[in-house]
């Protein structure tokens, strides 16, 4: 319904401003990463929307990017998770790290986030699979295709932590199959 705000920037009280647009004021709660990038008080600003109607309130959140609003609205389809903790996860967090999380499947890297537990982390890279860290392109070790992700995925099922895969991924050949790829870096990390 109010899909972007711009106006004056009147306060900042993390996770929440205050926006005038032409004369009317606008709470928004906004993540930590579009907070720190703020202009000044009094100065124009312009922020990306959600609007959240709830039984018992109608909220407004704001973002600097068009990435951080759309991993916001990835994160509140998934059951469980509120608007509240969505905005926990994008202050704990940029996008970038969250998809490669994704990608990867580091639910560590979730955890460390205040309010998310293990089996919250677990849901949401099961979740989030394929809709969040594919699309927002996140590379780590190497993981750049469908074979690659899925070669990892074993070799993390297998008991490898995550630099261990890592590693094995890289000396492997950016076009090779699954099943020969998962071969070769068993064969490499049994060295």
Same mark, same amino acid.
Not at 109 to 115: A, S, T, W
């Given at each position: 319904?109010?899909?972007?705000?711009?106006?004056?920037?009147?306060? =900042?009280?993390? +996770?929440?401003? $205050?926006?005038?647009?032409?004369?009317?004021?606008?709470?928004?709660?906004?993540?930590?990463?579009?907070?720190?990038?703020?202009?000044?008080?009094?100065? @124009?600003?312009? $922020?990306?929307?959600?609007? !959240?109607? @709830?039984?018992?309130?109608?909220?407004?959140?704001?973002?600097?990017?068009? +990435?951080?609003?759309?991993?916001?609205?990835?994160?509140?389809? !998934?059951?469980?998770?509120g608007p509240r903790t969505a905005l926990s996860?994008?202050?704990?967090?940029?996008?970038?790290?969250?998809?490669?999380? !994704?990608?990867?499947?580091?639910?560590?890297?979730?955890?460390?986030?205040?309010?998310?537990?293990?089996?919250?982390?677990?849901?949401?890279?099961?979740?989030? =699979?394929? =809709?969040?860290g594919a699309d927002m392109g996140a590379v780590?070790?190497?993981?750049?295709?469908?074979?690659?992700?899925?070669?990892?995925?074993?070799?993390?099922? $297998?008991?490898?932590?995550?630099?261990?895969?890592?590693?094995? $991924?890289?000396?492997?050949?950016?076009?090779?199959?699954?099943?020969?790829? !998962? =071969?070769?870096?068993?064969?490499?990390?049994?060295?």
């Open positions: 319904m109010i899909g972007k705000l711009t106006g004056t920037l009147l306060e =900042k009280n993390p +996770p929440e401003v $205050l926006v005038d647009c032409q004369g009317v004021g606008y709470e928004v709660y906004v993540p930590m990463s579009t907070f720190y990038n703020l202009p000044a008080l009094g100065e @124009r600003v312009s $922020l990306l929307t959600q609007f !959240i109607v @709830r039984e018992d309130a109608q909220l407004l959140y704001g973002f600097a990017t068009a +990435p951080e609003r759309q991993a916001f609205r990835e994160l509140i389809k !998934i059951s469980g998770v996860v994008l202050s704990g967090m940029g996008v970038g790290d969250l998809a490669q999380a !994704i990608t990867l499947q580091e639910a560590g890297r979730l955890v460390k986030v205040p309010g998310i537990g293990k089996k919250t982390a677990e849901r949401l890279l099961l979740e989030l =699979k394929g =809709k969040l780590h070790g190497g993981a750049t295709n469908d074979a690659q992700a899925d070669i990892l995925q074993a070799l993390l099922a $297998l008991g490898y932590n995550d630099k261990e895969a890592a590693a094995a $991924l890289k000396a492997l050949p950016a076009d090779i199959g699954v099943s020969d790829g !998962i =071969k070769l870096a068993l064969k490499a990390l049994a060295k």
